[in-house]
């Protein structure tokens, strides 16, 4: 039973236009959710998080949107750099527990 | 910046031998964990440690793997034996408090069984 999935295994995008990665879940207990970047032979680094009483998070180019009535958030860079592809993994816990991640998309930032 | 260290970085063994690798958390981080990454999915938690204490491990199959803290900084993780299905990435990670405090995570050990 995945409680938290990324459907789309992997997404290409141009250099300077947006790349858009969504994240479901089916655990309304989940009250905090993570975002993570892998390069390859590194471990996930962490790139940004929000609440569940937020509904959006900015950091530079990132900004992750909450929507938890779909039980659903997407992470957005913007404008997208060659440098940001790598696998991109959300995460989501409640207090006190243990993350769950998904199972990652690949995104390919094309110069 | 300090980081999270992990050895090796890469483990091949034959089924049926023991393997063992070693975790050395972010200095001051109470909370440490094991994580196992199967090609293609998400990093699944093994195990989680508060100090020197397990407060998660019940995805850890306990027939066969094995952790340690003992002085709740540096850790163990131990297969034995391992088999074909073992084959993975290993992750430790550390936080200064519980979830969902940052984890930061290590570069992994690859482990292949043959």
């Known amino acids: 039973d995945q409680q938290v999935k990324q459907n789309s295994p992997s997404l290409s995008v141009q250099e300077g236009r947006i790349s858009i990665l969504n994240c479901d879940y089916t655990n309304s207990m989940f009250d905090y959710f993570l975002w993570y970047k892998k390069y390859p032979a590194e471990g996930p680094t962490f790139l940004i998080s929000?609440?569940?009483?937020?509904d959006k998070n900015e950091d530079g180019r990132f900004t992750v949107f909450l929507n938890k009535s779909a039980k659903h958030l997407s992470l957005h860079i913007v404008p997208s750099q060659p440098g940001d592809s790598a696998v991109y993994f959300c995460?989501?816990?409640?207090?006190?527990?243990?993350?769950?991640f998904g199972g990652g998309t690949r995104l390919m930032v094309k110069p | 910046e300090a980081e999270v260290a992990q050895s090796p970085r890469y483990k091949i063994t034959e089924k049926s031998q023991a393997v063992a690798f070693w975790c050395d958390p972010i200095s001051g981080h109470a909370t440490l964990y094991w994580y196992r990454q199967i090609l293609g999915q998400g990093p699944e938690l093994l195990v989680q440690?508060?100090?020197?204490?397990?407060?998660?491990d019940s995805q850890l199959p306990k027939d066969r793997f094995s952790a340690e803290r003992l002085k709740g900084v540096d850790s163990t993780l131990k297969i034995q034996p391992a088999e074909l299905g073992d084959s993975a990435m290993y992750l430790c990670?550390?936080?200064?408090?519980?979830?969902?405090?940052?984890?930061?995570f290590g570069p992994g050990t690859r482990l292949t069984v043959l």
């Open positions: 990670a550390s936080s200064l408090q519980r979830p969902p405090d940052t984890q930061y």
């Open positions: 440690f508060q100090d020197e204490s397990v407060v998660d």
């Open positions: 929000i609440s569940s009483i937020k």
């Open positions: 995460a989501a816990a409640n207090a006190g527990n243990m993350l769950t």
